[in-house]
């Protein structure tokens, strides 16, 4: 469970055709600078989220649920609450996991692996995930939603997922949910709700013990 959330939450992908009821956009530096824009006037984000997890193995999905918050600069925390307790914490570059039997803390340095995740993460919330030069990533739109596929260059995240798909409201360019598929056929969305921007969320929440 303790690496649990890195599998899902963010892992690369293998571009697929264009996807059904999308289009390629037809402005992408505008959107770019539009993404990026919005992000700089976001301080802080506090979220609900649910968790669908689809394994083929089992014909129900396996739902958890949870809180989101994000402080700049490059503080995070992904806290479940349900039907286990789970939390990770990032903090500049120093991670606290803690699940029901212990908790760990470590530097993302000295993890490679995850020290690019982590940047995945942080560029998703920040609007810069289009300059992340360890992915190729290709935008398309629909009437309510930018969808932006990544493709890895890495072969350490291809090995581990076959795509991820971020969407994007148009209304305030925040990320309503990614979808992560893997070479199985599974597939985990975290959707987030109920999104609160710049609200009091302190360092407190932040603190790697």
Known sequence: MRNYFFLIFFYPV??????KGFTGI?????????????????NTIKSDFIQEKNLSVL???IKSKGVFMFKKQNMARMEY?????Y?????????????AQKSNSFSSSNNKMFENI??????????TALENKNFTCVVYENDKLYLLELSPKLKAFKDLFKKIDIYIDKKDYTVNNFDMSDASGDNTVITFINKQFNTNVTD??????
Request: hydrophobic letters at 45%; a positive charge.
């Open 14 to 19: 293998v571009l697929l055709a264009q996807p």
């Open 26 to 42: 037809k402005d992408l530096v505008s959107f770019k600078n539009k993404f990026a824009a919005a992000s700089k006037s976001v």
């Open 59 to 61: 014909s129900e999905k």
């Open 81 to 85: 609450i349900s039907p286990f307790k």
């Open 87 to 99: 939390l990770l914490i990032i903090n500049g570059d120093k991670v606290f996991i803690k699940d």
């Open 118 to 127: 982590n940047k995945i993460m942080i560029d998703c919330v920040q609007g």
């Open 204 to 209: 407190a929440d932040f603190t790697v013990k």
